[in-house]
């Protein structure tokens, strides 16, 4: 007996295995009967496809080497040897920057990253790869978009660390921009967005302010006798989470403008002996005869300072100019405290 395949032919994966009855009659009408069991045996007639049309992923720049990036399935109904899948990139990455890893029994696919992204990097922003799944002799591939997220990598910078400036007048007008830092964060959004602000400690005075473009203004009236130079600390500030931040010193000395007169240099309390004889050097205070002055601006606008007094009192006293800054004051006669207890005297300076 000869069982032979219909025009149709078979299909291991419709059924893999087919049970036929065979009949057999003789001439005198007897019969017998006998079950055939056919197995199929399958070969490779399918094409692997993926379950998907596409497939894509975010990946924020910071994820590690090896991570998994997404998973995909494919489907061959072909059996044992012919259904085991391999999954590759074979377009849109020349740098080899992912991989996949293949699980054939579960016909699953695995992309991982292979080496870091960097989303600042020109290129780094979005792949468009092609994945092959194939059998041994079949294959097809899907089309995938990977979009690489920015993180807040990168804090921001200033071009010099330092300046220093050239000397500002002391009388600079308030309002009056004196400077401009700049400071670039190559990172994009929200993590590139800089602003900028003064540290507290550079500028405890309050003297300065800085706006969104990094121009410095004075908002205080100036003074080189109370702070003579400033080392203003600029900090830029970016807008990611966690933000980050980077400085610049900037060193802006005063240049002096003559806003003080000479003044005594401490309070002085002189004490004079009446009737006491002609001439009397009076003592200032309990340990110096001598009157000090100074004068708090620079040099260049001080010394040399000249002492006297007034000619009305040039009969009662003479103020000695000894031309350093200091003077003596003598009495030219006796003088009586109950005739006149006290003397101010004007020195002119």
């Known amino acids: 007996v000869t069982v032979s395949v219909a025009a149709e032919g078979l299909d ?43 497939c894509g992923a975010r990946v924020p720049e910071s994820t590690r080497e090896d991570a998994s990036l997404l998973e995909l399935y494919a489907v061959d109904p072909d059996d044992d040897v012919y259904g085991q899948l391999t999954f590759s990139v074979v377009a849109g990455d020349p740098e080899q920057r992912f991989y996949m890893v293949s699980n054939r029994l579960e016909q699953k696919g695995t992309l991982r990253l292979k080496t870091k992204l960097d989303f600042e990097q020109p290129g780094e922003q979005r792949f468009n ?26 804090a921001p910078v200033f071009g010099p660390v330092s300046h220093l400036l050239s000397p500002l007048p002391e009388d600079v007008a308030v309002g009056a921009s004196i400077f401009q830092v700049t400071a670039t964060d190559p990172d994009s959004g929200l993590n590139g967005d800089v602003f900028y602000s003064v540290l507290p400690n550079s500028d405890p005075y309050e003297h300065f302010t800085i706006n969104r473009a990094g121009v410095v203004t004075v908002t205080k009236p ?19 989470k966690p933000a980050l931040t980077g400085s610049v010193t900037v060193s802006l000395p005063l240049l002096d403008v003559n806003d003080n007169g000479p003044e005594l240099d401490a309070h002085y309390t002189p004490v004079l002996w009446e009737n006491s ?35 009305v009192y040039s ?29 101010r005297l004007p020195v002119i300076m």
């Open 12 to 54: 291991r994966e419709f059924a893999d295995s087919h049970h036929v009855v065979v009949e057999a009659r003789d001439g005198g009408g007897m019969m017998g009967t006998a079950t055939v069991t056919i197995m199929v045996s399958d070969i490779n007639d399918h094409e692997p496809k993926f379950r998907e049309d596409w």
């Open 129 to 154: 790869i092609t994945i092959k799944v194939e059998d041994s002799d079949f294959s097809s591939s899907i089309h995938c978009v990977i979009l690489v997220e920015d993180d807040n990598d990168n």
């Open 222 to 240: 100036l003074d080189r006798e109370t702070v003579a130079s400033y080392e203003l600390v600029v900090i830029a500030t970016d807008r990611g």
């Open 277 to 311: 004889p002609a001439p009397q050097v009076v003592w200032l205070n309990r340990s110096s005869t001598l009157l000090h002055v100074v004068d708090r601006d620079s040099p260049e606008h001080g010394p040399p300072i000249f002492l006297s007094l007034p000619s």
């Open 315 to 343: 009969t009662d006293f003479h103020l000695q100019d000894h031309g350093n800054c200091s003077a003596t004051l003598t009495t030219l006669r006796r003088f009586d405290r109950e005739r006149q207890s006290v003397f």
